[in-house]
């Protein structure tokens, strides 16, 4: 089966080009083709997994309702990146392809999948209906759409039932949706934790150099 896949690439800085190709993949333990996004500069992707190793010990899916939603999530790819963390990216529908949906969560953490980031907009039921069927971490991203800002996205994701808990970042909060998944798998990976700390140091550095910057500008 044949798929549509978003390549996204970035030339310049200031320049963003999108390519829409069909791919196909596979499913590693029954072999049968599977839908996926490859985020960012492929070729460049595959080097970054191959610097921190094929089979890393720590993998996050990021799961979107949307090829649409790419935009806003492609930084927590980025921040995963950064991390050294192996990152599995889908386009999985919980209202079009609800089946799908059941089958990738019911088979994530068997597949290696060790956090899920699921994002999605206005009747946002993506990652609830995964954090039904898995016993992984889902961190949820509202997506803002236009007419209510997010606010409808951010109710479907936050107002779960007791027993089936969803993380759930600000609006648009892709960035610390990567973060929590880093902290999530720190507490059992001793290179994150060690990561994990030299950013947080990295953080403190910044604001520092901010208040040196100011007190130097307005004091005498």
């Given at each position: 089966?044949?798929?549509?896949a978003l390549l996204w690439d970035r030339p310049t800085a200031r320049s963003t080009s999108y390519v829409i190709a069909a791919t196909t993949t596979s499913d590693h333990r029954t072999g049968r083709p599977q839908p996926s996004v490859c985020l960012g500069n492929c070729r460049r992707q595959r080097a970054r997994h191959s610097r921190f190793g094929q089979n890393a010990p720590m993998s996050?899916?990021?799961?979107?309702?949307?090829?649409?939603?790419?935009?806003?999530?492609?930084?927590?790819?980025?921040?995963?990146?950064?991390?050294?963390?192996?990152?599995?990216?889908?386009?999985?529908?919980?209202?079009?392809?609800?089946?799908?949906?059941?089958?990738?969560?019911?088979?994530?953490?068997?597949?290696?999948?060790?956090?899920?980031?699921?994002?999605?907009?206005?009747?946002?039921?993506?990652?609830?209906?995964?954090?039904?069927?898995?016993?992984?971490?889902?961190?949820?991203?509202?997506?803002?759409?236009?007419?209510?800002?997010?606010?409808?996205?951010?109710?479907?994701?936050?107002?779960?039932?007791?027993?089936?808990?969803?993380?759930?970042?600000?609006?648009?909060?892709?960035?610390?949706?990567?973060?929590?998944?880093?902290?999530?798998?720190?507490?059992?990976?001793?290179?994150?934790?060690?990561?994990?700390?030299?950013?947080?140091?990295?953080?403190?550095?910044?604001?520092?150099?901010?208040?040196?910057?100011?007190?130097?500008?307005?004091?005498?």
């Amino acid at each position: 089966m044949r798929t549509l896949a978003l390549l996204w690439d970035r030339p310049t800085a200031r320049s963003t080009s999108y390519v829409i190709a069909a791919t196909t993949t596979s499913d590693h333990r029954t072999g049968r083709p599977q839908p996926s996004v490859c985020l960012g500069n492929c070729r460049r992707q595959r080097a970054r997994h191959s610097r921190f190793g094929q089979n890393a010990p720590m993998s996050v899916a990021i799961v979107m309702g949307s090829a649409s939603d790419a935009s806003i999530m492609d930084d927590a790819v980025q921040v995963l990146r950064t991390f050294g963390v192996a990152v599995e990216v889908r386009v999985i529908s919980a209202h079009r392809t609800p089946d799908d949906a059941i089958e990738f969560a019911r088979t994530a953490s068997a597949n290696g999948i060790n956090v899920i980031i699921a994002a999605a907009g206005g009747a946002a039921h993506l990652a609830g209906v995964l954090a039904a069927a898995t016993p992984l971490p889902v961190i949820g991203v509202p997506i803002a759409l236009a007419n209510l800002g997010g606010l409808d996205s951010l109710l479907a994701m936050v107002q779960m039932p007791t027993g089936v808990p969803v993380a759930v970042v600000a609006v648009n909060g892709a960035r610390n949706a990567g973060l929590l998944a880093v902290r999530i798998m720190a507490l059992s990976d001793e290179r994150l934790a060690s990561e994990q700390d030299r950013f947080r140091k990295e953080l403190a550095d910044q604001v520092r150099d901010q208040d040196a910057e100011i007190v130097a500008r307005y004091n005498d």
